[in-house]
């Protein structure tokens, strides 16, 4: 099965570090990072997995719950996570999914046959409460994800889903915005854009961050 952005994203039900789970259910009506790794047990994953753990403060804060995946049994992820807490001093507070049928990992294309016949290469998916599918990055196994990212796109999804805009190449939350070209009424404009803007180019127009 091929995701792409903007189609709703699978539910399903497995097993996981804290029991049996209902993806829908889970989910409720916040944001969802998915996200599979390799193998437990494993440097790169271990990190990762560490990262996210730290960031449940930065999530929360956006209303998103995270989860994990990859084809191990369940009880192999409740002692990996002890691994985790120890060499990455934090606590694992998000579930991870015991995909050892591969059921979910075949309903998202995690596995690439090219990279490992048997183990889910690192794919990210970011979902919102409507279970759409509203980002897909995909690493190779050899690099670690870069969670920063996910945040900086996170803010730029819910900054767009909020208001009229759309955000530059390499923007951060507090930086400039650009008006869509699908706004062109200058009352409108006005309305929708009270601080302004500038327009180096017809095409090109730069306002500031609107909840800022």
Not at 102 to 129: C, G, W
Request: proline share 8%.
């Amino acid at each position: 099965m091929t995701l792409r952005l903007g189609d709703v994203a699978p539910d399903f039900e497995q097993d996981s570090s804290i029991g049996k789970l209902k993806f829908y259910d889970w989910a409720g009506d916040s944001w969802v990072v998915l996200f599979s790794h390799p193998a437990d047990f494993t440097p790169v994953c271990t990190t990762e997995l560490g990262l996210t753990a730290k960031l449940k403060p930065a999530f929360d804060k956006r209303n998103v719950k995270a989860i994990a995946l990859s084809v191990d049994p369940a009880d192999k992820h409740v002692s990996w996570i002890k691994d985790i807490e120890e060499t990455q001093s934090t606590v694992v507070g998000f579930p991870i999914l015991a995909d050892m049928d591969k059921k979910v990992s075949a309903l998202y294309d995690m596995i690439h046959p090219n990279q490992s016949e048997t183990m889910t290469v690192r794919s990210l998916f970011v979902i919102d409460p409507k279970k759409k599918v509203r980002l897909m990055i995909t690493y190779p196994m050899s690099t670690g994800r870069n969670f920063d990212e996910v945040l900086r796109v996170l803010d730029a999804l819910q900054l767009t889903d909020a208001h009229t805009v759309a955000t530059p190449g390499n923007w951060k939350d507090g930086d400039d915005v650009i008006i869509p070209l699908t706004v062109q009424d200058p009352e409108v404009l006005k309305q929708k854009y009270p601080k302004g803007f500038k327009s180096p180019k017809p095409y090109l127009r730069i306002t500031p961050q609107p909840n800022k």
